[in-house]
């Protein structure tokens, strides 16, 4: 088993919520509203959870392959 390290992640991604959305899916009911181009990695300010870039996604699965599990946030219209 790979060493694992507990980072600070101090950065909070701005996301909105639907309402009343029961699907199980989080990509349906989380819209990411503002985010910082130049981090990688993030806690919801409205939701708890870590959400990660593209770039950082990328960088762990080929780094630690199937050690995390992903869901498309898409950025709200």
């Known amino acids: 088993m790979p060493d694992y390290w507990q980072a600070f992640v101090s ?3 701005s996301l909105s919520m639907l309402p009343d959305n029961e699907s199980l899916s989080i990509g349906n009911y989380l819209k990411v ?19 990660v870039s593209e770039r950082a996604k990328t960088w762990l699965e080929r780094h630690c392959p199937g050690c995390f599990t992903f869901s498309l946030i898409p950025f709200a219209d």
């Open 33 to 51: 509203i503002k985010a910082d181009n130049d981090m990688d990695f993030f806690k919801g300010d409205i939701h708890g959870g870590y959400f």
């Open 11 to 13: 950065k909070k991604l």
